[in-house]
Antibody
Framework: EVQLLESGGGLVQAGGSLRLSCAAS????????MSWVRQAPGKGLEWVSG????????YYADSVKGHFTISRDNSKKTLYLQVNSLRAEDTAVYYC????????????????WGQGTTVTVSS | SSDLIQPLSVSVALGQTARITCGGN??????VHWYQQKSGQAPVLVIY???NRPSGIPERFSGSNSGNTATLTISRVQAGDEAEYYC???????????FGTGTAVTVL
């Protein structure tokens, strides 16, 4: 079964850091680009960051550039998001999602999603 | 601008057809994807590249894209189709994914 399982969320004070993880199973993880998408309480979906199949290309939303870092370990079939200098507006459910291609330029969608991990930033 | 505008809500009677629009500058030149998100659940891809259905998605879901508007059509609407629906594109000019504002579909 194709599956993504996020972990690492929690309650953190403003200015703190967390490392989110996403463990993949059931597909050839190293062949696909991956993304992080977040959803603040009661709000819509916001793409946060993406990484190509081998990690050579990374992309960030303007709202997180400079304080989030995406990475992946293909040998462990795991995607990561290092979130630093957290602010109240970073409070959200964070989903990882698999793309349909090795990078994003073909314009494929996100065909597999995890159930999300919740990050709550207290001020 | 990379904004994707959707109606806030769409109401449709059981068994009828729901149409959800997604508006953006020159959207017809991009690949549009659609996601369904039921309350408390992760999003699910229902249409990719304008009009293609992933395996397991009913034929009742269809898509089109032309000019500045993409449309998701749900035929013979069922109670289980009640959800929030989001359009999405990869905007190559800024190397970002962009999501639409989201549309809540209510089945009457």
């Amino acid at each position: 079964e194709v599956q993504l399982l996020e972990s690492g969320g929690g309650l953190v004070q403003a200015g703190g850091s967390l490392r989110l993880s996403c463990a993949a199973s059931g597909f050839s993880f190293s062949s696909y680009a991956m993304s992080w998408v977040r959803q603040a309480p009661g709000k819509g979906l916001e793409w946060v960051s993406g990484i190509s199949d081998r990690g050579g290309s990374t992309y960030y939303a303007d709202s997180v550039k400079g304080h989030f870092t995406i990475s992946r370990d293909n040998s462990k079939k795991t995607l990561y998001l290092q979130v630093n200098s957290l602010r109240a507006e970073d409070t959200a459910v964070y989903y990882c999602a698999k793309s349909g291609d090795s990078d994003f330029w073909s314009g494929d969608g996100m065909d597999v999603w995890g159930q999300g991990t919740t990050v709550t930033v207290s001020s | 601008s990379s904004d994707l505008i959707q109606p806030l809500s769409v109401s449709v009677a059981l068994g009828q057809t729901a149409r959800i629009t997604c508006g953006g500058n020159n959207l017809g030149s991009k690949n549009v994807h659609w996601y369904q998100q039921k309350s408390g659940q992760a999003p699910v891809l229902v249409i990719y590249r304008d009009k293609n259905r992933p395996s397991g998605i009913p034929e009742r879901f269809s898509g089109s894209n032309s000019g500045n508007t993409a449309t998701l059509t749900i035929s013979r609407v069922q109670a289980g189709d009640e959800a929030e629906y989001y359009c999405q594109v990869w905007d190559s000019s800024i190397a970002h994914y962009v999501f639409g504002t989201g549309t809540a579909v209510t089945v009457l």
